[in-house]
T-cell receptor
């Protein structure tokens, strides 16, 4: 089954303790991205990656890191989490190109992070 | 930078009604537009994707249209059901593969 898998789904942790949220897709998609969703602010892009070893900042990259060493994986790293990073996070992927245009975005089920 | 607006923010209708959700965008050079539904605390489920070269897409009771010249997209839901209750998001993609999300329309279909 084609899917985007995020882990963990839920995490409660403390300020300053490094954490990684993994994202994996099994569709051989080139494009992957991370978003955070906050009440009243909607979904905002954190980082995105056009392909392996190519990453770029989105709208709200401060406090986050990403890497794209393999096509299928795009982990989100919080080196020193702070309470303002408490949010619902989504990973997404899409095919770079297909006949007729780019394919649809596929989203993971989300990761709810609480930073105390 | 692309801006995407959805009106109304919330909508409540009785079961069986046909309804239209609206999405407007500022940059007519949109690459494609995708409609999603999101259930509370859940991820985004793709409903329909319209490429810039297309005018509409249909899937079951759903029909989405795209009018680049006016900067509008609509999602038509026929014969609404309580199971359609969710937040509906439209998302525009530009040529640089950047996504811009609308703020969503929260739909409640009353039995």
């Amino acid at each position: 089954e084609a899917q985007v898998t995020q882990n963990p789904r839920y995490l409660i942790t403390v300020t300053g303790k490094k954490l990684t949220v993994t994202c994996s897709q099994n569709m051989n998609h080139e494009y992957m991205s991370w978003y955070r969703q906050d009440p009243g602010l909607g979904l905002r892009q954190i980082y995105y990656s056009m392909n392996v070893e190519v990453t770029d900042k989105g709208d709200v990259p401060e406090g986050y890191k990403v890497s794209r060493k393999e096509k299928r994986n795009f982990p989100l790293i919080l080196e020193s989490p702070s309470p303002n990073q408490t949010s619902l996070y989504f990973c997404a992927s899409s095919l770079g190109s297909s006949p007729g245009g780019e394919g649809p975005q596929h989203f993971g089920d989300g990761t709810r992070l609480s930073i105390l | 930078k692309q801006e995407v607006t959805q009106i109304p923010a919330a909508l409540s209708v009785p079961e069986g009604e046909n309804l239209v959700l609206n999405c407007s965008f500022t940059d007519s050079a949109i690459y494609n537009l995708q409609w999603f539904r999101q259930d509370p605390g859940k991820g985004l489920t793709s409903l329909l994707l319209i490429q810039s070269s297309q005018r509409e897409q249909t899937s079951g009771r759903l029909n989405a249209s795209l009018d680049k010249s006016s900067g509008r997209s609509t999602l038509y839901i026929a014969a609404s059901q309580p199971g359609d209750s969710a937040t509906y998001l439209c998302v525009g993609r530009d040529s640089a593969r950047q996504l811009t999300f609308g703020s969503g329309t929260q739909l409640t279909v009353l039995p």
